[in-house]
């Protein structure tokens, strides 16, 4: 195996470890509806990954090793916002003392089904670039990468934001049944 795709398989590695800690505080930002929040958060890293990739890829010629960089980028600073969010509303210490310590392992069972799925949706995502290698130049790679971010603007305008609503109904359903007296 070269180099270069080892370099390659931990930057999507640790993309997927940093997307999968990243989907606890989303998933309370859709649970408490927060669609402002969520939006804003959201728009920023779309347009942060865009800029990225294009800077990397096109400017500095740095083929799918820019791509992946890129959305490595843009995903820490989703989880970044996403978690400044989060504790924007837990203000005292002894609250995180004291309900954070109890609520790790639910945070964790939570957690894993979500890094499995993350997994498998970023193979499914990037494992086209792994078999297009055998065909096509690195730095041609790193084009169709930006071509799929552009093509994948309609999916983040208008089909994910009604991807995103279904559970922040699930969730209120969910918080409703719990209140109701038995």
């Known amino acids: 195996i070269k180099p270069e795709y080892i370099f390659y398989m931990k930057i999507i590695i640790l993309t997927i470890f940093i997307q999968s800690i990243a989907t606890v505080a989303y998933n309370r930002l859709l649970a408490e509806q927060q669609a402002h929040r969520f939006f804003a958060i959201i728009s920023t890293t779309s347009v942060l990954n865009v800029v990225f990739n ?9 083929g799918l090793k820019g791509v992946l960089i890129g959305n490595l980028l843009a995903m820490l600073l989703y989880m970044i916002m996403l978690y400044m969010s989060f504790f924007y509303d837990i203000v005292s210490i002894p609250y995180i003392e004291t ?4 609520k790790i392992p639910s945070l964790l069972s939570f957690f894993l089904p979500f890094a499995f799925s993350s997994l498998i949706s ?44 279904f559970p ?12 109701l007296p038995s």
């Open 168 to 179: 922040a109904f699930f969730y209120r359903c969910a918080r409703e049944e719990r209140t």
């Open 99 to 102: 309900n954070l310590s109890i």
């Open 54 to 62: 294009i800077y990397l890829v096109v400017f500095r010629n740095m």
């Open 122 to 165: 970023n193979i499914i995502e990037f494992g086209d670039r792994f078999i297009m290698r055998s065909f096509i130049e690195m730095s041609d790679i790193g084009n169709f990468g930006i071509a799929y971010k552009f093509a994948s603007i309609y999916n983040f305008l208008i089909i994910q934001p009604f991807f995103s609503a």
